[in-house]
Nanobody, 123 residues
Framework: QVQLVESGGGLVQAGGSLRLSCAAS????????MGWFRQAPGKEREFVAT????????YYTDSVKGRFTISRDNTKNTLYLQMNSLKPVDSAIYYC????????????????WGQGTQVTVSS
């Protein structure tokens, strides 16, 4: 089992920045690829970014490329999402997730999920 707890969400104006954190406990954090997903009201959960177990490979959905950066610190068992130039359309609950083996943008391939943290971007 892997337990994931997100933090760092909040209310920010358009153009601002937030850094989300996801603290992992349980099994060895570095054994897992990690991902960030988000879900806005009335919409399905969607992929944001994913990172390999070592942190040297990352992929992003097109809408956040150049604005968001996913990273991890395996010595601290923590995943991060730096979000810059935020837009109102980025408003959602953000979830971190862990999966064994390789990176993936598919929600169904992730084994463990956090409870989410709310991000609200005002115009």
């Amino acid at each position: 089992q892997v337990q994931l707890v997100e933090s760092g969400g909040g209310l920010v104006q358009a153009g601002g920045s937030l850094r989300l954190s996801c603290a992992a406990s349980g099994r060895t954090f570095s054994n897992y690829a990690m991902g960030w997903f988000r879900q806005a009201p009335g919409k399905e959960r969607e992929f944001v970014a994913t990172i390999s177990w070592s942190g040297d490979i990352a992929y992003y959905t097109d809408s956040v490329k150049g604005r968001f950066t996913i990273s991890r610190d395996n010595t601290k068992n923590t995943l991060y999402l730096q979000m810059n130039s935020l837009k109102p359309v980025d408003s959602a609950i953000y979830y971190c997730a862990a999966k064994s083996r390789g990176l993936s943008a598919q929600t169904t391939t992730y084994n463990y999920w956090g409870q989410g943290t709310q991000v609200t971007v005002s115009s």
